[in-house]
């Protein structure tokens, strides 16, 4: 249930920002593309790069007042390694192997920053 519920986080960023009224911007950088994509009010919602028209490279999604939502890196299209998502005080750490979720840690960043005191 809980991959599920990652899962659909991580479409629900993709889909969003298919969905905005301001146009993507794209930047050719060598090979590679940056691509940036916004929110409706002209924040950053989400930036990374693609390669031969998939994305490839560390991607960061942000909330509309710029807070980081997401980041995790693809690699010619398909998710790979260790992605993070932000939550209120909860940080998830997803690992995926073949596009598909591995491991799921949940991380309270209040825990975290207690202990560090």
Do not use: C
Not at 22 to 44: I, L, Q, R, S
Not at 87 to 101: R, S, T
Request: proline share 1%.
């Amino acid at each position: 249930m809980m991959k599920k519920g990652i899962l659909l986080i991580a479409l629900l960023f993709s889909v969003v920002t298919f969905a905005q009224k301001m146009k993507p911007n794209f930047e050719k950088e060598g090979k590679m593309v940056k691509a940036t994509y916004f929110h409706d009010n002209g924040t950053v919602a989400q930036t990374g790069y693609l390669l031969e028209g998939k994305l490839h490279g560390q991607w960061y999604m942000y909330n509309q007042e710029g807070k980081k939502l997401a980041t995790g890196k693809y690699a010619h299209g398909i998710r790979t390694g260790k992605w993070f998502f932000w939550k209120d005080a909860i940080l998830k750490e997803v690992d995926f192997e073949d596009n598909q979720i591995a491991y799921v840690k949940n991380w309270n960043q209040a825990e975290v920053v207690a202990v560090n005191k």
